[in-house]
Nanobody
Framework: VQLQASGGGLVQAGGSLRLSCAAS????????MGWYRQAPGKQREWVAG???????NYADSVKGRFTISRDNAKKTVYLQMNSLKPEDTAVYYC?????????????WGQGTQVTVSS
């Protein structure tokens, strides 16, 4: 049971990054997946989600700029981040929430750091 998030880095405002998260130990094709982030001094927040049927939804703060997708063959979920802003700076995590979002299948890993400079 493991998640491996990658793809973070340092980027200037207005730039783009693509995050990846590979999962193991789960029947990925039927799993609801989500991206989350935690900025320094703040609580972890939900960013985007994708269902087994490829339905997606987004936090208002990233709507129109971020795109979540999944590749079931690779057991990987992606987050394409465009038009990045300094306030997007955070450690980004993926996980598989239950239907209500009250619990998660995986322990929270180390995530991947995204830093957006102004």
């Amino acid at each position: 049971v493991q998640l491996q998030a990658s793809g973070g880095g340092l980027v200037q405002a207005g730039g783009s990054l693509r995050l990846s998260c590979a999962a193991s130990g789960i029947i990925f094709s039927i799993a609801r997946m989500g991206w989350y982030r935690q900025a320094p001094g703040k609580q972890r927040e939900w960013v985007a989600g994708i269902t087994r049927d490829f339905s997606t939804n987004y936090a208002d703060s990233v709507k129109g700029r971020f795109t979540i997708s999944r590749d079931n063959a690779k057991k990987t979920v992606y987050l394409q981040m465009n038009s990045l802003k300094p306030e997007d700076t955070a450690v980004y995590y993926c996980n598989s929430p239950n239907t209500s979002g009250s619990s998660y299948f995986f322990p929270w890993g180390q995530g991947t750091q995204v830093t957006v400079s102004s």
